[in-house]
């Protein structure tokens, strides 16, 4: 199960007078007999208890392949997967029996795709169910290879990357192949072009123990990850889909056994090799055209790079695929933010409204998911903005490492209706969008300053005027 | 030429002054009682172009409570005055029992805009 | 995966003309790593496993790898087998696994529990209808032969077993075909199919290839178990039947043969593996307990050790268990014992004079026979006609059990070859022993050093062709060439390419790059000629292509191959282009995906500007002007005294005078009151005393107004 606050529909365990499961609310319809009733309500914290949201343990997954035969070969994977609390459903693509939902709601958190030769799902699954299941906030695993059926490219498409059209091409690189005796054409690559980013690979990917100066002096990071397979590039409308691994600047997308007539579509860094996308409802989508990625083989096998004296014992396939599933269903970078409180400088109860000018302090509590619990977030960029129309205050807020973010600033004197906003878009973070309304009112009529030495002349005019009118009253009055 | 003008002023000048000796002394305090105000009101608009509009609702209430005032005594001037024919009708008690009324008013506005 | 792997090479095939050379791939024999993988796999649970199916699937894995772990379970495991073989509720499967295990472990288990077990296991044939049934039991018999000594021990007992084959014999005598009555005979069901797949009972109509190997593992156990000799066309129908059921193998591309299970909706669905193994294992039992040959073909069963092999190292530990137990089956098989050529690298390099080498192993990686490797032919990929050298044999090096060919052949160049090996055996009996699958056609990647040489860049003008700049480029070290041109010029670059045995040579990938400024790429495959490579930009035809887009463009050339060892990537330098504005509607550049961190990172701060404070004047002036505005109040005060003011018409009489009294002291608190309400009353409290005050002033003005008009009325008229 997801972090709690994810979307997720609850419909049945919410709104026990209006169930959304059809069959039960035909079965109200026509017959508003007490029992069907009583039943309905028993069955659903039943069905509820499957929702619970502080237990990962009851995460599961739909593993769909053209060959069972994957989930031995796969099978460190999958294993790691189970170690960390996931309840692996393994079927075939093409399985009669397939359904991601039962009754408006789904069986599944996430969906692992490692058919890439189906060209037409089993059972009540299809294209568009898969793209409901995602945007539905569900996680999705996409690996294809060069057998990808149009099927799974055009998931993949909606997904915002789009795969090599040319069926025979694979991935090429004759400067950073890996070197293996056995293997000539240059298609399987040592790729080591990473994203710079701690969330997505983990903060260990540099590898400490295993943390060596290499001739050239460079430090050598992850040890480099194997990949055969096909090109994909992103679709650049769509910002939300990120480069995790790129390709190097040599490589190229063609078929290894032709000659090449007319230039590759797909060449050099472009080339994405394994790629990322959080959607919008937070739901997180990973896409490889490598299959073997994530084999027992290629986390086992060593690898050198070709042109690097470096031969590793390992592939750091293993630690990348586990870091970057570890993100994919949000063991990591999943925030929350809770208890955004603000109130007037040395006062702690929130007001209903601030005068202009006033001294406000405010703060956000925000919490990262770490798969098991929620645990203080820490960072040094998360920004608090006093918003109306436009953001009239910007600040970065300061925390204390236990997730209380907090910060203090004057109230502009402009009035109206503001907004906090806490806007977090980070990459690899879920983003957070925070904000709460408050008023701001200007000075009351008595607020304002008075007695200024400025208007003295004008006070002892106004004096003098009633002091004279005083005088003049009387003096004309008894004149005579 | 030049000296005629200024000759002519000066008998301008000294018939208006005759003319005046004639008015009643209870106008000539109105009158005295309209220059005061005039003239406050004008130190305090030169203050203002000296030192500029901040503290204005005090400015506008200073400067209002002098014209009101002059203005207020200039109606009352025209009310006792005797030669005026037009309000021989209205008792000059009556009209000084306006003039303080609209006074209290006055400056009570004037107080509440003072700050 | 080996499906998987399958469906790729077909597609490779599908795609390609020459495909042979990368179809058939290379088999490793079981190595070291298959050893670790088992210590790992068969770890989890600490020797304590939760079956006595899943111990001796352990047991056996170990046995046949050579790990000798037996002392860690045995006693456990030991433990566990005597409690099944001696409680009389255990489950058949139970116990046929338990006499399993013990038939590694010797566990010393008494005669009379193997007596008990064995009456039981002889009811049991009696009376078993479904196959499992049969398998069970009769492979529990066949183990408690071997493991007990005393074979008059067994005798005694063994009337009942007899009585049980017996009927099986007669019975399947009377049986129209023998496929048919091997199990009809038991139990009047026909198990048997006849395409040689087997059904598990008589109430189930599917039938499956698994169940066909486990009905001939028990068939060979009941020849085995049975006295007398069986009838011989029973077993030549049996084989008959063995022929069918290969008549339905399946095939990859590269090689392998299997067997895969075609039921759908069976109760357990039995993968590729589990299936081919379960056939390997009942087609090796039934072989060892019959003479004569089986007449299948050697390539078969080769195919099917190319398809345990073709797994790699499974990750289950089941599916580890049944490659390498059906292996084991295979290389003491009597039908034809496989034999797998392989070579530790297929690419060769020739600046490093890399060398030939060879291996024939085993299935199990244990050396092969006596034995001779020709290299019959070397094709060049793509050319399948002659071969580029005459037949050699391979020097064999006892020492490291390796096949070598010391040096290429002098002919071969940098390049993919087929290279096409054969096994001769040494000893003539052994040729029908052993599968050595005949010619065996290997591709190998034969790699160099590519000479580069005389490559220049140089721009043209259009219409003469003369040439305006030309530099010598290096494309060993460092180039930083800066040229401009205009759209009515050419960018020409031109280099040469050979082999090092001085042959033409056409890389995969000569593909030169320009990128412009705003990251927008534009390539161009490099054609040749022989050696020369060449290509020209014709600039006028492609601003199109270019979006226009004039500005420095980056060049790069990008020279690759799988035999090319010095692949580069070179950046060449620039050209600054200068094209002709866009016309209207022309193409934009297509969008370059956003720089991420531009998307995400913090904002720049804002701070509120708040107005700033009025200028106040300084207090010297503000109080300068205060006495200021006092000055005309004193000089109302001095002009009321020149005006010579008297208070003559104050009332005389008491009683207005004090009405005039209080009268002015009325305006006066007024005026004091506002003065208060300046200072800090509210405009409420001002205005309730000021009604109080408003009506005392009206009552005390009326009166004293009306005292003084009546007065200066009375003087009027007076």
Sequence with gaps: MSPPHRVNPQPLSLSPRQPKDPTTTKMARINFSVLTILSVILLLPVLSLSFSPDSPSDRRLLVLFDDLSLKSSHSIFFNSLKSRGFDLDFKLADDPK????????????????????????????????????????????????S???????????????????????????????????????????????????????????????????????????????????????????????????????????????????????????????????????????????????????????????????????????????????KWVFHERGHLKAVNLRHNKAGETDEPAMYRIKDDLDFSVEIYEWSGKSWEPYVANDVQVQFYMMSPYVLKTLSNDKKGLYHTSFKVPDVYGVFQFKVEYNRLGYTSLLLSKQIPVRPFKHNEYERFITAAFPYYGASFTMMAGFFIFSFVYLYHK | MARTTSSDAQ?????????????????????????????????????????GSFPFNSFLSGVLSCVGTAVLAVCLRIQVNKENKEFKDLAPERAFADFVLCNLVLHLVIMNFLG | MARNRGRFLVLIAAALIFSS????????????????????????????????EKTYEELRTFEVLGIDKRSDISTAACQSVSEILGSSSSTLKDLFYALKVNGILQCGIKEDVFEGVASRLQAIVGGASALLDFYYSVGGLVLIKGQTSKDDLYLADAEGVFRSIKLWTTLAWNSPTLSRALLGLVADVALSQSDGRWRYNSNNPESSTFAAGLALEALAGIVSLSSSEINQSLISTTKNDILKLFDGIEKYDDGAFYFDEKLVGAREHQGALSTTSS????????????????????????????????????????????????????????????????????????????????KVNTVLGSNAPPLTVNLLQVLRSGSKDTSLI??????????????????????????????????????SDHKNLYATGGQIRIPIFVTGVIEVDSAEIAVLDSDLGSIETKKKIDLAGE?????????????????????????????????????????????????????????????????????????????????????????????????????????????????????PNLIYGPKAEIAHIFRAPEKLPPK???????????????????????????????????????????????????????????????????????????????????????????????????
């Design chain 1, 98 to 145: 397939l359904a991601l939902q039962r009754y408006g709601q789904y069986l599944y958190d996430g969906l692992i795709l490692f058919s890439p030769s189906i060209e037409r799902f089993g059972g009540a699954l299809d294209l568009a169910a898969v793209l409901d299941f995602v945007d539905s906030g569900h996680d999705l695993i996409i690996a294809a290879d």
């Design chain 1, 147 to 325: 057998s990808a059926s149009d099927l799974i490219k055009s998931v993949a498409t909606e997904c915002g990357v789009d795969f090599d059209e040319d069926p025979s091409a694979l991935v090429i690189d004759h400067r950073s192949y890996a070197v293996v005796g056995t293997e000539g054409d240059h298609t399987l690559i040592a790729a080591d072009d990473f994203i710079e980013s701690d969330v997505l690979l983990g903060e260990n990917k540099i590898e400490l123990k295993v943390r060596v100066l290499n001739v050239y002096g460079f430090w050598i990071k992850q040890a480099p990850v194997l990949y055969k397979g096909i090109a994909h590039s992103l679709n650049a409308a769509n910002n939300l889909v990120l480069k995790v691994l790129s390709a190097s600047p040599a490589a190229y997308s063609a078929n290894p056994s032709s000659k090449l007539s007319s230039p590759p579509s797909l060449t050099g860094s472009s080339i994405s090799l394994v790629s990322v996308v959080q959607a919008r409802n937070n739901a997180r989508i990973m896409i490889t055209g490598s299959l073997d990625l994530f084999s027992n083989r290629f986390f086992r096998s060593s690898i050198q790079k070709a042109g690097s004296p470096k031969k590793y014992d390992k592939s750091g396939n293993e630690q990348f695929v586990a870091e970057l599933s």
């Design chain 2, 11 to 51: 008998a301008l000048f000294h018939s208006l002054r005759s003319a005046y000796t004639s008015t009643p002394t209870s106008l000539k305090i109105i009158d005295l009682y309209v220059c005061f105000a005039v003239f406050t009101a004008i130190i305090q608009v030169v203050y203002m172009a000296v030192v």
């Design chain 3, 21 to 52: 050379a990368l179809a058939s791939s290379i088999f490793q024999p079981i190595s070291d790593s298959h050893r670790s993988a088992a210590l790992e796999l068969f770890n989890p649970l600490g020797g304590s496993f939760s079956s006595v």
């Design chain 3, 279 to 358: 056939v390997v294992r009942g087609l090796t039992a039934f072989a060892a307990v019959t003479s004569g040959s089986l007449n299948l073909p050697s390539g078969k069963i080769l195919g099917l050790a190319k398809f345990f092999l073709g797994i790699g190292i499974p990750g289950d530990a089941k599916d580890l268990f049944n490659q390498v137990d059906s292996l084991a089956f295979l290389e003491s098989n009597t039908v034809s014992i496989p034999l797998i050529l392989s070579l530790p690298a297929t690419v060769l390099s020739l600046t490093k004079k890399d060398a030939l080498k060879v």
């Design chain 3, 390 to 427: 005459e037949s050699q044999e391979l020097k064999f090096d006892p020492e490291n059990a390796v096949y070598t060919l010391d040096a290429l052949p002098k002919s071969v160049d940098v390049g993919k070859y087929t290279f096409v090996f054969e096994m001769v055996l040494h000893d």
């Design chain 3, 479 to 595: 180039n930083t060439v800066s040229l401009s041109a205009n759209h009515l010029q050419k960018l020409r670059l031109s280099f040469q390419l050979s082999t090092p045995l001085g042959h033409a040579f056409k890389p995969h990938q000569a593909i030169l790059k320009l990128t412009h400024e705003t990251k927008v790429e534009h390539m161009f495959v490099m054609g040749s000629s022989g050696k020369q490579f060449e290509i020209i930009l014709d600039f006028l035809g492609q601003v199109e292509k270019f979006f226009y887009l004039s500005g420095r463009y980056n060049v790069q050339l990008a020279v690759g191959d799988a035999v090319m060892e010095n692949s580069f990537l070179k950046a060449i330098g620039h050209v600054d282009l200068d094209l002709p504005a866009p016309p209207e509607k022309a193409p934009q550049p297509p969008a370059q995906p956003l720089d």
């Design chain 3, 620 to 718: 010297k002036l503000s109080l300068t002007f205060l006495g200021l505005t006092l000055l005309p109040f004193l000089g109302f005060l001095v002009g009321l005294l020149r005006l010579g003011v008297n208070l003559k018409n104050f009332p005389s009489s008491s009683v207005p005078a004090v009405f005039a009294t209080l009268f002015h002291l009325g305006i006066a608190a007024v005026l004091s009151l506002y003065m208060l309400f300046w200072l800090k009353l509210d405009l409420f409290t001002t205005l309730k005393a000021l009604g109080f005050l408003g009506a005392f002033l009206m009552f005390v003005g009326h009166r004293i107004l009306s005292h003084l008009a009546s007065s200066s009325s009375k003087l009027k008229s007076a």
